[in-house]
């Protein structure tokens, strides 16, 4: 099992190329969640993660022998681009085996950094059984993405910077895919100050930690599909799960919805840019999911590469979650001015259309009635709340199209 002379000892030998990352206090984000919380930027990376900690810790302990030999790895995105940054800049020949679905903007970086992308399989899984394959037949030196470690003491090292930048701890909540970044910060505090409680948060789809903890192994899930792309792990590791038992205390989900209102808060209250990964601890923070309050809260945002169209979606849904993007199908009398007396109490309303579809034929409309999809921006769920209302009030028969 990993210990904390093995992350200290990582932190000593990776310090050169990676720089402890900021810490920001969010007076927003705190009032909201009734917490105070700490955001871990390691999202702020040079390739746009915690990823490079475990990947660079590996590749230094690598004997001349290895190097010579050059690696591979397996990875939905971020641990590729970390082993492609790292082995390029000591001059290693790097293959990386990527599902056939991964990002755009992260298979585009993985290649810029020098690597050989190879795309295969329809998730994490078939592509790390392509990366072993090649492993065995090329003489390539396997990089495990999360239970090797030198990985999870690389990882690890984010819990010393905690210790040390946020005072009073009294929580670190984690994402977590296959549970090398939850193992290693949980060592690395929790044999330092035993008292700070470790929270570890996983997309609603793939549970594969509270699954596992829950049987005292590794439980093997079915494929599904999550925004959180980056711990989206359908079976965590043997060391990563021996270090959850022994430390972790709670382990809570999200869906992908309340994800998508951590993103959207996360850039507009702190002009942040987290994928969905790394917004998982936000999300559960805003949605009361942990048993935390009132606390020093450290939540850590892993990663910020998203790619900008699904980002474009994210922010859409996240903005018809919280009621600020509304569509109503609404039922209007066929003749000239229906519309314009329509028009007229959504502005009083001050709500701003940004999309109307009429239609006379379809949707179950009788005669001499049309009915009109129609989407506007509201201030929030209470000003849609009120717009709604004058509607009924007008006369309108309507339904919320959701």
Known sequence: MVSLADIQAARARICEAIRPTPVLYSEALSRESGNRLYLKLENLNVTGSYKERG???RILTLTGEERARGVITASAGNHA???AYHAAQRGLR??????EFTPLVKVTATRSFGAEVILHGANYDEALAEARRRCRAEGLVFLHAFDDPAVIAGQGTIGLELLEQVPGLDAVVVPVGGGGLIGGIACAIKETRSEVRIVGIQPRALPSMEAALLQRKPVRLASAATIADGIAVRQVGEQTLELALKYVEEIVTVDDEEIARAILRLLEKQKMLAE???AVGVAALLHGKTTLLGKNVA?????????????AHIIERGLVK???????RITLPDHPGGLERLTGVIARERSNIVQVIHDRAYFGVHLGEAKIDVTMETRGADHAEELMRRLRSEGYAFERVL
């Open 322 to 328: 919280d009621g600020r993007l509304v569509r109503l």
């Open 55 to 57: 990947a660079l810790n």
């Open 299 to 311: 939540v850590v945002i892993s990663g910020g590469n998203i790619d900008v169209t699904l980002l």
């Open 94 to 99: 790097a293959q990386i085996c990527m599902p």
């Open 81 to 83: 681009q970390a082993v």
């Open 276 to 278: 969905g990964a790394g």
